[in-house]
DNA sequence: CACAATACCGAATCAGCGTTCGGTATTCGC
DNA sequence: GCGAATACCGAACGCTGATTCGGTATTGTG
């Protein structure tokens, strides 16, 4: 088998487990620095302690490291979120528990997020990265539905659902690019402003 | 010289000139669909029908399709962003031009935004991309001078006037993912319906 | 027409990068 | 403590891809 397969006796698979995500919080930082084609390998072994080959023992290969990166973004998020939404609650309050959720979510993992929005165009593009770009469609959708409730309860009116639901995306996106941890604003303060303004009609 | 220096025979500088551009903007769409790193010279010769080694005669260097973009893309921006500021009007209205001109703008060359954003982190990061770096800061600078003007006169008021120039930056710099040319939505609504969103405190 | 300047060609080059693999050290389980 | 599984090493490999360069065709110019 070429696949590194985790080890069988239990007492090592903690070790390994840790190692391996160790190994994946490197490269998520060292990606979204220098970008996924601008970070060699060969750094990637420099930052993590490993020589060369040894690195091949926790991935497949190069690739195998951004889809653990986007996995470990969005499956955490996106399990969340459904919660969030399968709880029965107005729909003004699940918005702004999804957007808190997520603000702290990006903020939390912005090394992770920089690199999905970074290499967004290859992983809409290729068919291997399917997984990934469903779960990034379901959130959305969450997203949309719940600006639907509200829009047909009365609770929240928009000039263009569509483009209010584009702008919180567009807002949130972005954030990882400047937060800084400790900065001046929490996550929970910058998630409230951005609920403002998409609920503005209100 | 290793520098490809445009024709001196003037009969022959126009149409130099136009197969530069061509070829600019030809690698614009290239890089956005697949990345900068994800395209490759030969595919781009293809794409312009030129041979491996004749896109030399209008480029140094892979890195030098990046920097034309950008310049295409920032420098006549600022320069309709400083026209707008310069007039004499209310800053409501100055800001409503500049991000009616900015959406429009990114719109029209949605190749060469998706290529800025894609690269940000190498632009962000190295020497040489210092103008474009200073071009992106000067037109930021611009945008929040007016929200400070407007927050100053009191015709407009903002919980936190920083994170709303953040959040529209985020809203316009994202909506090249998904406009399509002839969609749903005119530019210009696109801007109106993101000013709406940033001035509802108003 | 002639000679430069210019436009383009395309095989060869060269560096960098991801990955492999045979080997060694370490660690667990009995 | 002994064997097997595991962790790691690091030189070598193969390949892709940007760039070079000597040469050829084309085009303005005097």
Redesign the pocket.
Known sequence: M?VPS???????RA??DA?RSEVVATAAALFAERGY?G????EL?EAT??????????IE???DLLIAICDELLEPLLERAREIVAAEAPAVEQLRELVGAWVAHVVEHRHHMLVFTQERQAIERERRWRRVRSQRQAFERILDEVLARGEADGTMTFADRRLSLLALLGMVNYTPQWVRPGGRLSPGEIADGYCAMVLSGT
Chains 1, 2 share one sequence.
């Open positions: 070429p985790p080890p069988t006796r239990p007492a090592l070790r390994y190692r084609d970070t060699s390998m060969s072994t302690g490993l020589a060369a080959g040894g690195l091949y023992h926790y290969g190069k690739e």
